[in-house]
């Protein structure tokens, strides 16, 4: 498996929870210049991106999740985290990490996190 999520669950409104996403079989040559990120998809709905960090480190984020989402990543541990505070019902949905190279995309299985009202 390329990329391996963790960190999803149930979680009330308001409340929060911090995705993690490995790349055990990633070099890290190959992980750091990549950009890496996170979509999700909720039921019936297409997959959207949530928000992306370029080999910079230069975050971009939907509008939907500006200001309450965090992207970061750790070239050394060849990992990249997502802090989502302040969650809602509409963020209920499986979250997939994502890593993007030369026109190349990798995905994760997802994670599901579910907002309760």
């Known amino acids: 498996v390329e990329l391996v999520e963790s960190g999803g669950g149930l979680v009330q409104s308001g409340g929060s929870l911090r995705l993690s996403c490995a790349a055990p079989?990633?070099?890290?040559?190959?992980?750091?210049?990549?950009?890496v990120g996170w979509y999700r998809q909720a039921v019936g709905k297409r997959r959207n991106m949530v928000a992306t960090?370029?080999?910079?480190?230069?975050?971009l984020y939907a509008d939907s999740v500006k200001g309450r989402f965090t992207i970061s990543r750790d070239n050394i541990e060849k990992r990249v985290y997502l802090q989502m505070n302040d969650l809602a019902p509409e963020d209920t949905a499986v979250y997939y990490c994502?890593?993007?190279?030369?026109?190349?995309?990798?995905w994760g299985q997802g994670t599901q996190v579910t907002v309760s009202s």
């Open positions: 079989r990633t070099i890290t040559s190959v992980f750091n210049p990549s950009t």
């Open positions: 960090i370029s080999s910079g480190g230069n975050p």
């Open positions: 994502y890593r993007e190279l030369g026109g190349r995309n990798f």
